[in-house]
């Protein structure tokens, strides 16, 4: 395999695993080919090399920004915006969850908080009371290990996951 070949498989499969990220398939191809870019790449140079419109391009490079996965550089003389990707993969891991909590955890955890409160006697309600009150503990406790995350270093991470699998 030559390396044309493999970057081109290593985009196509970075785009398959954003979509288990909760990002679009191009938004993830786009960060694939930022990541093993060598140098800053210009929005042209994603157009062309990924083959996507001007809209769908800058369209999902300004959210790869907002996730804080893409940096824009400027690059002196130019008037052109250059991208590059964050290349720390535990930043990276770090910038997904916390963008899939405040997706994905958060409104339910609202959602659990609103309707904890119901109000009625009966065993009908006692049941509906203790699921959501169970869902609220495990939803708590999955917050609280992923603010862990988020905060922990790499190192503590990795010892700890090695610890685990023991």
Do not use: C
Request: glycine letters at 6%; proline letters at 2%.
């Amino acid at each position: 395999m030559d390396l044309a070949e493999g970057k081109a498989r290593f985009i196509q499969s970075w785009g398959t695993l954003g979509s288990h990220w909760g990002i679009n398939r191009t938004m993830a191809q786009i960060h694939a080919l930022l990541l093993i870019a060598e140098k800053p790449l210009s929005a042209q140079e994603v157009i062309d090399e990924l083959d996507i419109s001007r809209g769908n391009a800058n369209m999902n490079i300004r959210a790869l920004i907002d996730w804080g996965l893409v940096f824009k550089e400027l690059k002196p003389g130019d008037r052109k915006e250059y991208f590059v990707a964050e290349k720390d993969m535990w930043e990276v891991v770090k910038q997904v969850i916390i963008h899939r909590k405040k997706k994905e955890l958060e409104p339910i955890v609202k959602v659990l908080n609103e309707i904890s409160g119901v109000e009625g006697k009966g065993e009908e309600v006692e049941e509906f009371k203790k699921v959501i009150k169970d869902i609220q503990l495990f939803s708590s406790k999955a917050d609280s290990t992923l603010n862990s995350l988020i905060k922990a270093d790499q190192h503590w991470f990795v010892s700890t996951f090695m610890n685990m699998i023991k």
